[in-house]
């Protein structure tokens, strides 16, 4: 008994060991991961700020204005996500310089460069912007604005979700040893203890009641060692039958041997011997009778109990298949929310700079009329004036409308694919304007990148079906190349074509990155399989366009790589087209 108790222990402690080792892990891994997105998050506030009040600055800038530039770099020093700021001019001599700072010339910046985000050295971390003043039209630096932020900050703003992370862990643990020790407790050291007391109750003359019987312990171990137990008991039950066999037969011989004397005795004892050797196969044929039904009896209550096992694990995994479908649905639904919300964010940078070039032009415009009121109150006003006025007036108004006009373009290519890409509603499209305004709302993520995309689609493809999850597969499919195919310094190109054939529409999508090695392949549309995570790769794209074109289009996909030769796609949907 005392060799199974090491064994328990030593069983539950190398489990335990493993599993505080990988809780251990998953917590700094969890702890580090809400770290660096509070830093990414205080970086972005800071880039928020810095457009909030990049035109009160310049202006300030342009006119000398140090007293305004001092009040509003004390109004930023004031916002709890701003630990330091320093304001210079165009020369690089520092205007302004308040909180927890470092020397900005240490960063070794070039002169065209607009924006920069500075890592963490010495617990402070910031972001960098040239500030550009618009004056009739044209652009002029004239100055940069430097914010930093703390690692105190990052921590003070995490702290409760530490609390929530170390405190999760450890509940989880006392769980985990709480159950476990109940567990080894009842599947090892009680059917061990019970099996261990009926083999002491073993009687060689009562065998029947020596067998072992674990009704409420049916772990296979347990049942091979019962079993294996029971059948040498049925073996020396035989080995007992043998044996009066044998002394039966001698009886035998020596009866044979005393009627001898006696003929009429021999004729009677051999007719009494026969007599009983009768007796003896019947009553040998009723032992091995009872003998098999006992061993039919006992294979009917074994089968009877490993059906109700595979009856329950059948129940079980039946349970673990529909919670796996229902986070499955989940994860898809909070994939294309986070697919939405980095449109948002490109789409949010490119509206502000044609609002701020509009803002610029309107200042100027208003500066001019006032110039021209304060001229003709004076009576001062001359035709050179007034040319100059008219000349200047036109051109803002000139940027007034074209900017305005993109803005609005923008807008509204967003408002129908995001809308979309949030339904699934199905509605009537022209397949070539909507994926031009899907590839609209995408373009922030083309900006900073020298990939070039080509669309080819006939201009009369109008079709009824689900605009949002044709949406989700285009920009699964751009964004996957965009992520996976290229390296940081790799001009990529990609390309979408589009055929009908009768009432299947078929898509072709490629790019001529990287490509992937066949074990790449079998894997691509396995949830959560990525092969840059580093870089924001979820491992749900792929298997977003999959389920997409499966189970909402019921159509077919395949596709068609190979290291260093890209990457392309065939996806042929079955839909809805309307012919004018």
């Not at 199974?4 to 493993?18: C, F, M, P």
């Not at 039950?237 to 041997?257: F, G, S």
């Not at 195919?485 to 299947?504: I, K, P, T």
Request: with cysteine.
């Amino acid at each position: 008994m005392s060799g199974t108790t090491k064994i328990s222990k030593s069983l539950l402690t190398n489990v335990l060991s493993v599993y505080f080792v990988l809780t251990l892990v998953v917590t700094c891994v969890q702890v580090m991961g809400e770290y660096f997105d509070t830093k990414s998050q205080l970086v972005q506030e800071l880039q928020n700020q810095q457009s909030t009040f990049s035109n009160s600055v310049a202006r300030s800038l342009w006119e000398y204005n140090n007293p305004q530039i001092e009040a509003i770099a004390e109004g930023l020093i004031n916002i709890p996500a701003i630990a330091g700021i320093v304001i210079r001019d165009e020369g690089g001599d520092v205007i302004v310089k308040l909180g927890l700072t470092e020397n900005v010339n240490t960063y070794n910046l070039a002169a065209d460069v607009e924006d920069y985000v500075i890592e963490e050295h010495n617990g402070l971390f910031g972001y960098y912007s040239s500030i550009i003043f618009e004056f009739a039209g044209t652009s002029n630096r004239v100055g940069d604005v430097t914010l930093f932020s703390t690692r105190d900050i990052a921590l003070e703003r995490i702290r409760f979700s530490l609390y929530f992370i170390f405190g999760n862990a450890i509940i989880k643990s006392t769980f985990l040893i709480v159950l476990f020790t109940l567990a080894f407790s009842r599947m090892l050291n009680r059917p061990m203890e019970m099996l261990t007391q009926q083999i002491r109750n073993f009687r060689l003359d009562d065998l029947e009641h020596s067998r072992i019987n674990l009704k409420s312990h049916r772990q296979a171990e347990f049942t091979m060692l019962e079993q294996a137990y029971n059948q040498l008991l049925d073996s020396i039950e035989d080995y007992q039958e043998d044996l009066k066999r044998t002394q039966q037969q001698l009886l035998k011989a020596n009866r044979q041997l005393d009627d001898q004397n006696a003929m009429l005795e021999q004729e009677v004892a051999r007719k009494t011997s026969s007599l009983s050797q009768v007796l003896t196969d019947l009553e040998r044929r009723k032992n091995e009778l009872e003998q098999r039904q006992e061993k039919l009896e006992r294979e009917i209550r074994q089968r009877k109990i490993i059906e109700e096992d595979l009856r329950e694990a059948n129940q079980q995994l039946q349970s673990s298949v529909t919670a796996s479908e229902r986070l499955q649905d989940q994860l898809l639904e909070a994939e294309k929310l986070a697919a939405l919300g980095r449109l948002v964010g490109g789409i949010t940078h490119d509206v502000g700079t044609p609002l701020g070039i509009g803002i610029t032009a309107a200042s100027v415009l208003g500066e001019k009329l006032e110039a021209m009121r304060t001229a003709l109150e004076n009576r001062e006003l001359t035709e050179a004036q007034l040319r100059e006025f008219l000349a200047a007036g036109g051109e803002s108004v000139g940027l007034l409308e074209s900017n305005l006009q993109r803005a609005s373009e923008l807008l509204g290519s967003f408002k129908q694919v995001a809308v979309d890409q949030t339904s699934d509603a199905v509605r009537e499209i022209n397949v070539k304007n909507y994926i031009e305004s899907v590839l609209q709302a995408l373009r922030p993520r083309f900006k900073n990148t020298p990939h070039k995309f080509s669309l080819d689609c006939p201009e009369d493809f109008n079709v009824r079906c689900n605009a949002g999850a044709l949406a989700q597969i285009i920009t699964n499919l751009i964004l996957n190349s965009l992520i996976h195919a290229f390296e940081d310094d790799q001009e990529g190109h990609l390309e979408l074509s589009l055929s009908r054939r009768g009432d299947v529409l078929t898509l072709h999508y490629q790019d001529d990155g990287k490509g992937l090695t066949e074990s790449q392949q079998e894997q691509l549309f396995t949830p959560f399989y990525t092969t840059r995570r580093e870089r924001g790769g979820s491992g749900l794209g792929t298997h977003i366009i999959h389920s997409l074109v499966a189970q909402t289009f019921k159509g077919k996909i395949s596709i068609k790589s190979a290291p260093q030769e890209g990457l392309a796609y065939t996806i042929e949907l079955p839909i809805q087209f309307i012919d004018r």
